[in-house]
């Protein structure tokens, strides 16, 4: 089905977040050669987060941030505004380097990082539209039912109990949200709605005030221990580090790094009274399906639903689509998907499209990294789940950075390392067989199937999934 637009439709332009208050006009770039303690590369959330802590913990310190476009260009004033609990890895594979402990006390510190960035943007005064209303994630027939019990099995052994997420009934699900074609759901509370742009421009805004200095329309082109170069002066630093996430394949030496896997998003018009009467969605919860080529979701402040899943999943060569313009089939199946999960919806018309990137590692666990040696640092590879992770970080590099032995440098994710992706054109056979066969297995499960299908685990193998 091709998706209606609206006479007003934007495609692209960074993201709909910017919508209301427009695309910001970057600042001013570096204007020569300084010396600093901290170099920060990417003015995103882990970035930002890391210089707000760095700065708290020791306002002697001259951080300097150096950002390509504007504070909040990259996946921060993009993504689908969830400031989720859930883990950016499986937990076994952070278990295998530091045992199911260490796999819990990460989950745990994920889960107090939700209310850190509440705390934080309750006292900076940062207005992020965000409300804790959970998360709700949604099976859709009989393969994804099957799954979302295995997922609730495998949470409760790894000690999430009934206050972490509970399996809902059929009235319970229809009490927070009508979902055409439901067959299950679980919630958890462990989830809060914000608007991103809103999120990341205040905190950029707090940073600026804590004496932190952001260099905007500054790319940086080589990174070196000590220093960071860009084409209008390089930045001495004790400690340089690189926050650039989904962007980092574009820098000299990371190419393979991370891949940058594309994500994208509609938003039609807000919805009148009588399609939310019919809806409900009353406590704003976030939502989320058990399908393959899954999907997820937002209830804005404005009474809109944002709407999101994967379109085009991986550019040739790590390219990145700068500025978030979205294929026109992308649209199409994004509007088919919102319209099967909301038919109540199918009157009213798209306003706003667009992509954007997040970085994958090879094993899909999220890592930070500080070298004493050389004061080269780096955190990310968040695979979609940055909005939290961020916040722990950015908290993490600070201690790592100031040379702290706390809880947060001794998670299992610090120092971790992988391989790299391979070389094209393996990296895109790849992912776009993994996606394929997830479409594949999902047109199948939607006919009736019963279990997994077993395309979708030949896709898991395929990319370490």
Not at 393 to 403: E, H, N, Y
């Amino acid at each position: 089905m091709t998706a209606p637009l609206s006479p007003g439709f934007v495609n692209g332009e960074v993201s709909f977040w910017y919508r209301s208050p427009g695309v910001p006009t970057p600042g001013e770039p570096l204007g020569g050669d300084l010396q600093a303690d901290v170099a920060v590369i990417g003015a995103g959330y882990t970035g930002l987060w890391t210089a707000y802590y760095l700065k708290k913990a020791d306002p002697s310190l001259r951080i300097v941030v150096l950002e390509k476009e504007f504070a909040g260009f990259g996946a921060s004033g993009r993504n689908g505004g969830w400031l989720t609990g859930a883990l950016a890895g499986s937990p076994e594979r952070y278990a295998k380097t530091h045992g199911r402990d260490g796999a819990r006390r990460l989950q745990r510190a994920m889960f107090e990082a939700i209310d850190e960035v509440i705390r934080i943007a309750r006292e900076e005064g940062i207005d992020a539209d965000i409300v804790k209303g959970g998360l709700l994630t949604v099976a859709r027939g009989p393969a994804q039912d099957l799954r979302l019990r295995e997922e609730l099995t495998s949470q409760r052994a790894w000690g999430w109990d009934a206050g972490d997420v509970r399996l809902l009934t059929s009235d319970e699900m229809n009490d927070r949200l009508r979902i055409a074609g439901a067959t299950g759901a679980t919630w958890s509370p462990h989830c809060a709605r914000i608007q991103p742009a809103k999120l990341v421009r205040g905190l950029a805004r707090a940073v600026r005030d804590l004496g932190v200095e952001i260099y905007e329309r500054t790319p940086v082109t080589e990174i070196a221990p000590g220093r960071a170069v860009t084409p209008y002066g390089t930045v001495r630093a004790d400690h340089v580090l690189r926050c650039t996430e989904g962007f980092t394949a574009t820098i000299a030496g990371h190419h393979r790094d991370w891949l940058p896997m594309n994500s994208s998003m509609i938003v039609p018009e807000p919805l009148p009274e009588g399609v939310w009467a019919e809806l409900g969605w009353q406590g704003r919860e976030l939502l989320g399906d058990m399908a393959h080529y899954y999907m997820y979701a937002q209830r804005t402040a404005d009474d809109r639903i944002a709407f999101g899943g994967r379109g085009r999943p991986y550019l040739y060569g790590s390219r990145v689509d700068e500025r978030g313009h979205t294929h026109d089939w992308t649209v199409d199946a994004l509007w088919d998907l919102l319209v099967s999960f909301f038919p109540a919806v199918a009157g009213s018309r798209v306003e706003h499209a667009w992509s954007g990137v997040l970085g994958v590692p090879r094993d899909w666990c999220s890592a930070v990294h500080v070298d004493p040696a050389t004061g080269l640092g780096w955190a990310g590879g968040y695979t979609g789940h940055g909005v939290t992770t961020t916040n722990l970080a950015g908290r993490t590099l600070c201690d790592l950075v100031l040379r702290r032995d706390t809880d947060l440098t001794r998670m299992p994710w610090v120092d971790r390392r992988v391989r790299a992706w391979e070389p094209e054109p393996l990296r895109w056979l790849g992912v776009h067989s993994m996606y394929r066969l997830y479409r594949l297995a999902d047109a199948r499960e939607r006919r009736g199937m019963t279990r997994t299908s077993v395309l979708a685990r030949i896709a898991d193998k395929i990319t370490g999934h």
